[in-house]
């Protein structure tokens, strides 16, 4: 099925390029490389993987005011069957026009939507299911299927989304690192009889007033964070052949979002109040969490053209020691260097600190072009301690080094 459509896609490329007013292609190659200084915990696992990534993203313009768009991607992983995968991350419709004093924009097919305004993470964007094997801390999105009409106007941004199907989350496999402790199953189950066709709706409004930048969210449908049946048990008492099958609620979320400007610091603020969720224990509990956010930049650092941005974040999940995620209560501290040279170059290096666990982990980052068309970028995320107490951590994480070089054409 899935073949067909990207089959489909492509014959109606063909077929309107033809005519089409602007024909544009860009793409990426991007070969990759990681090692792990750690014994790995399981005898399947390896030390140092290699891989690559191609993606194309190609833009159509068909008529005056509509177009379409289509960005495929696919990764190979020398270790990890289940990292080696392929998705359409954009393959949509864009339309758009005037309507009185107001302007929309109508899009209609698989396309990537981001809310919110901390570097962290995001508690407020829900829309699009995350592709957790490509990273661990960046988060990119899987293409989400969806109907996307936006109104603007001087009295601000609406935006109403219709998604018909749910994608699932993706997960390491029992050959790859950074995996759980224990297998997670393919087969994930749904609370909603319709599984992933559930319809879900989405609304947001934002705008901005005076140094404030806000937007105010809700969602309502099945939810993309999973929460894990334990099955496979031999004896109740017992985690031997445990395997943890993904189980996806009907939620209800209310999230806001809210950047206060200033001539020193930048504030930033994320809050949600989630109803319908599975904590970590299984039992249905409603919650809600903040992230509160400072930044600031320091340009011409040294009478130079360099600028340094330092960012302090705070994140807080009201369930505690019950919640699903491994942000609960935790503290981010985080510099950006950038030489604003001809090559790009930057550097990148936060701390990742649990202020309830015995959890430290430095994030290290340097980027810099080679040449018009290539790119290299070293990584670093070293996990300083582990506390086996804290469940959604696992007991430990696998640190690692990677490097990769990327050509652009």
């Not at 070969?31 to 290699?50: D, N, V």
């Not at 140094?211 to 496979?232: I, K, M």
């Not at 319908?276 to 011409?300: K, S």
């Not at 990148?348 to 290299?376: I, Q």
Request: some cysteine.
């Amino acid at each position: 099925m899935r073949h067909s459509v990207v089959i489909a896609l492509l014959g109606f490329i063909n077929a309107t390029c033809t005519v089409a007013q602007t024909f544009d292609v860009n793409s990426e190659i991007s070969l990759q490389g990681r090692w792990y200084p750690q014994s790995p915990i399981f005898l399947e696992q390896k030390s140092s993987t290699m891989g690559a990534v191609a993606k194309t993203t190609l833009y159509v313009e068909i008529a005056p005011k509509t177009s379409f768009t289509f960005t495929p991607l696919y990764r190979y992983d020398s270790a990890d069957s289940q990292r080696t995968h392929g998705d359409v991350r954009e393959a949509y419709f864009l339309m758009y026009g005037d309507w009185k004093n107001n302007s929309w924009e109508l899009r209609l097919g698989q396309a990537s939507v981001y809310w919110g305004v901390t570097e962290l993470y995001n508690l407020v964007d829900i829309v699009n299911q995350t592709d957790l094997v490509e990273h661990p801390r960046n988060r990119p999105k899987l293409g989400q299927p969806m109907v996307h009409l936006t109104l603007s106007g001087e009295w601000g941004i609406a935006e109403s989304f219709l998604l018909p199907y749910h994608r699932k989350r993706t997960f390491p496999g029992p050959t790859g690192r950074l995996r759980s402790r224990f297998p997670i199953s393919d087969n994930a189950s749904y609370e909603h009889r319709d599984e992933e066709n559930h319809v879900d709706v989405a609304f947001r409004y934002s705008n901005s007033v005076g140094p404030y930048d806000f937007g105010f969210s809700v969602f309502v449908g099945t939810n993309r964070e999973p929460t894990f049946l334990a099955s496979g048990q031999s004896e109740p008492t017992t985690y031997e052949n445990l395997t943890l099958q993904p189980h996806y609620e009907q939620i209800e979320q209310f999230g806001l979002d809210v950047q206060l400007t200033t001539s020193a610091l930048l504030y930033k603020f994320e809050a949600i109040q989630r109803n319908g969720m599975r904590n970590l224990f299984g039992e249905e509990e409603n919650y809600h969490a903040v992230i509160l956010g400072t930044e600031h930049t320091i340009y011409n650092l040294f009478n130079s053209s360099a600028s340094l941005t330092v960012l302090a974040e705070w994140l807080y999940d009201g369930r505690g020691s019950r919640s699903t995620n491994v942000w609960t209560n935790d503290l981010f501290l985080s510099g950006f260097l950038s030489f604003n040279d001809v090559a790009g170059t930057e550097f990148v290096a936060g701390l990742l600190a649990d202020l309830d666990y015995d959890y430290r982990a430095l994030n290290l980052e340097f980027k810099r072009r080679l040449s018009d068309s290539w790119t290299m970028r070293f990584e670093s995320i070293v996990n300083l301690s582990s506390d086996p107490a804290d469940l959604t951590y696992d007991g430990r994480k696998d640190s690692f080094v990677g490097m990769d070089f990327t050509f652009g054409f």
